[in-house]
């Protein structure tokens, strides 16, 4: 019954409430991971994007004023990762806002010491996720990454990754698959590709992700997240049965949107360490 009249209020939106085209141009040729949609898929994430926007509310924090189109280019990205996946926005269900600084914010944290003192720390921080509550974005780093700034990296990819992470409890790097998925074989993949990636940090070597994914298995789920859809032929290079799950699980194959040479030129773009 639920299902029926959201399905109902759905078509009513999409009916009375689209994107108007104007905007949806201007977000599309704002963000390059956008542009390599075809058009079937960027129709379908003009009327998904038009629904999270009015499911969930962006606000800008003091003083930023956030223009509609800053708000269509979060919610369209954000929505990029849920594009072909059934009853997706129920993947984002649970929480109601989007809260946008105009550059990095400061928090703080509380962190034990070597002998367990525990002190406060300032971090400067470009994104936030936390279970049923915002999240928390920098204008700054959105719009940097969107200016190709960083190929790889995408701030919004990175922290709504983190959403779906936590669907199945605090986050772990492992969010609940899709029944035709193993967890073995997720498992797996991410753990070799994990161990790996610390390796050839600890000998000092140049990597093919960043080296923030080996923070621990929940940051590297959504560095990967952000590669796949960013740089999916430097992933897939690098750790095939990682882009293989991701394939699965997104129900997307990013590398196919490119052709061989754009595929080399975001190899060569990409930042390595």
Known sequence: MFKRLRRAWQGHVLFSAKIP????????????????????????????????????TINSAGDFILEEWMRVLIAAQACLLILNIDDGLEYFDGWHEVIVYPDAFKVNRLQPDSSGVVHTKDQHLAGEAWSRRPVVLSWNNIITVAHAHEVGSNVVLHEFAH??????GPADGLPPLHRTMRVADWAQAFADAYGHLGEQLARHH??????YGATNPVEFFAVV??????????????????????????????GARFGPSELAGEALKHPVH
Not at 27 to 54: G, M, Q, W, Y
Not at 206 to 211: E, H, I, L, M
Not at 227 to 253: C, I, M, N, T, W
């Open 206 to 211: 140049r990597t093919q992700v960043d080296p």
């Open 21 to 56: 085209y104007p905007i949806w141009h201007r977000v599309i040729r704002a963000a390059p991971v956008l542009l390599a949609l075809d058009n079937r898929e960027a129709h379908r994430l003009r009327k998904l994007t038009s629904l999270f926007l009015r499911e969930k």
């Open 225 to 254: 997240s952000e590669q796949f859809f960013e740089a999916p032929g430097s992933l897939r290079d690098a750790y095939p049965a990682v882009y293989e799950q991701l394939r699965v699980y997104y129900k997307q194959d990013p």
């Open 163 to 168: 959403k779906l992470d936590m669907l199945n």
